[in-house]
């Protein structure tokens, strides 16, 4: 009964690779987001969708593409793969945003 | 720009003493939030203050919050192994959540 869970826990890939980062939440929460943790644990937003709508998008480079095809689910697809893309990257949800987020479990991807 | 910023870094301290962390942030904001991540784990939230709060508690947490000085502290008493664990502030101005630098708590038993 995971309330947000991630899928996959860990990603190994080569540089110049595409690969996604599937998330849902069970809480019936309306927001998702996307966070990424570097090495120093430093923990930043990426996107925010409220109820399949995107409403946060800070400075990521065009690579990452969010979708949400509904509101219990939010992706993040990555393109070309770089080096400076390894980190955690951590899904969370909220009823109202930016009350209480939920996080899930993180997706440690590994650029090679 | 990054909004917290936590003090100490670090923090070792021994079963059944009390751990004191302190966030510093640099503008206005709505409400203060505490987050506890364990080792290889996502965050979970703590306890939140809003701004026209000073003091909040929830069972052996304890967080002020002092707007005049743009500060905020959680307070661990009686601390035990499993509250080992990274701890962040985050502030809520707009319709994100900024999160501080966060303190690694090690209690030892």
């Known amino acids: 009964d995971t309330a947000v869970s991630q899928t996959p826990k860990y990603l190994v890939t080569q540089m110049g690779n595409d690969k996604s980062i599937k998330c849902e939440q069970n809480l019936g929460h309306d927001t998702m987001y996307w966070y990424k943790q570097d090495s120093k644990k430093f923990l930043k937003i990426m996107f925010s969708?409220?109820?399949?709508?995107?409403?946060i998008n800070e400075t990521v480079p065009n690579r990452f593409s969010p979708k949400s095809p509904d509101k219990a689910h939010l992706n993040l697809h990555i393109n070309s793969l770089e080096l400076g893309d390894s980190a955690v990257y951590f899904c969370a949800s909220s009823q109202n945003n930016p009350y209480e987020q939920y996080f899930g479990p993180g997706t440690r991807l590994t650029v090679t | 720009s990054q909004q917290g910023e936590e003090d100490p870094q670090a923090l070792s301290i021994q079963e059944g003493e009390n751990a004191t962390m302190n966030c510093s942030y640099k503008t206005s904001i709505n409400n203060l939030q505490w987050y506890r991540q364990n080792s290889g784990r996502g965050l979970v939230h703590l306890i939140l203050?809003?701004?026209?709060?000073r003091e909040k508690h929830s069972g052996r947490l304890r967080v002020t919050l002092d707007t005049s000085k743009k500060s905020s502290s959680l307070l661990i008493t009686a601390s035990r192994a499993a509250d080992t664990a990274s701890y962040f502030c985050a502030t809520q101005r707009t319709d994100k959540l900024i999160f501080g630098t966060g303190t690694r708590l090690q209690v030892f038993p």
């Open positions: 203050i809003r701004s026209n709060e």
């Open positions: 969708y409220n109820n399949k709508e995107l409403i």
